[in-house]
């Protein structure tokens, strides 16, 4: 009887262990689930930025290509600080357009370790800001040409 009721104890005391494990198991899937999916609308959010970013570069390459007749046009141009203030711009742009492919390539979205989701969405976010920053950059250097 002893050993029988000791059985049952086990038995009892297993099962709970278990629910419980699971319990926890799907706190954390509901919380990898919920740190994947603002990772993937981060990238949705800024990822059009893209299209403008390589137009961007594009358009630095001409007005560098340019820049004599710009100077004509503008005497007080300063066509050495003109060209490495457009050249640092595209250096940013192409660093943000870069950091995009790479975390995508990179980006395991059917990971389920809790640590390594996190980490990319702070990447993700990190990626937002720069992204912010290049983009009010832009606007404001080529702005003047």
């Not at 297993?14 to 699971?22: G, M």
Request: aromatic share 6%; hydrophobic share 40%; proline share 1%.
């Amino acid at each position: 009887m002893y050993m029988k009721n000791l059985a049952y104890l086990l038995l009892a005391g297993s099962a709970f262990a278990v629910s419980c494990q699971n319990s926890g198991d799907q706190k954390k899937g509901g919380d990898i689930e919920t740190i994947k999916k603002e990772a993937i609308a981060i990238h949705d959010e800024i990822m059009p930025q893209i299209s403008t970013f390589d137009k961007n570069t594009v358009r630095i390459d001409s007005i560098l290509t340019n820049i004599a007749a710009l100077k004509a046009k503008n005497a007080a141009l300063d066509t050495a600080a003109a060209r490495t203030e457009l050249s640092a711009l595209k250096s940013k742009l192409e660093q943000a357009t870069g950091s995009m492919e790479d975390w995508m390539m990179e980006y395991a979205v059917d990971s389920t370790n809790v640590e390594y989701q996190q980490k990319e969405l702070e990447k993700v976010n990190t990626m937002k800001k720069l992204f912010t920053d290049v983009s009010a950059e832009s606007k404001t250097i080529l702005g003047k040409y």
